[in-house]
């Protein structure tokens, strides 16, 4: 657990502050390939990537469509369902093993109602889910694949070979083909 304590003592939050939403983490491990959340499933938690890589996506027309990926120490989790208690439209896949630290919407709730302290990591977490969001929405609309694809490269070198081309593809928006090309082109 010492990753999730190291991202929040960056924050400016003491370990001893941590300990109310410490207590309620649940450790959780995932095998490669293996389905976290299906489609028409409530989410249940909000998740610390702690080891591994995770991968969102729908299916559409029978075809698999990548909307994002969450990397190792960073939140995810299928926010709209966890939010507003709905049956999720989305997949959530560990692409690589993969532990998780989560805590359930339900002791979220009560720690929200008598931690102080949790309120505030709740907010950041939500922030920070928003602010991915909003600036994957902004590359989708103003950059071209090939800028989408020196980002990624830029932002998450050493987990992006561990993603098939075929992922990578989809959630650039193009075809796997177009993809090789881009990566010829900048190498």
Do not use: W
């Amino acid at each position: 657990m010492q990753s999730l304590i190291t991202y929040f003592k960056r924050m400016g939050f003491s370990e001893c502050e941590l300990t109310p939403f410490l207590n309620c983490i649940k450790t959780r491990q995932f095998k490669a390939n293996e389905l976290i959340l299906y489609k028409g499933q409530v989410e249940n938690y909000l998740s610390f990537v702690d080891e591994g890589l995770v991968r969102y996506y729908v299916v559409a027309k029978d075809k698999e469509i990548t909307l994002d990926f969450a990397f190792q120490r960073s939140f995810y989790c299928a926010y709209d369902s966890f939010y507003d208690r709905s049956a999720t439209q989305i997949y959530i896949e560990a692409l690589t093993d993969t532990q998780l630290y989560s805590i359930s919407y339900k002791d979220l709730q009560n720690l929200y109602s008598n931690c102080e302290i949790t309120k505030k990591i709740g907010r950041l977490a939500t922030e920070y889910l928003l602010s991915k969001k909003v600036k994957r929405e902004i590359n989708l609309l103003t950059k071209s694949p090939q800028e989408r694809y020196e980002e990624l490269l830029r932002e998450q070198p050493k987990y992006i070979i561990q993603i098939p081309l075929k992922f990578i593809a989809s959630y650039l928006g193009v075809v796997p083909e177009t993809l090789s090309r881009i990566r010829k082109r900048i190498t």
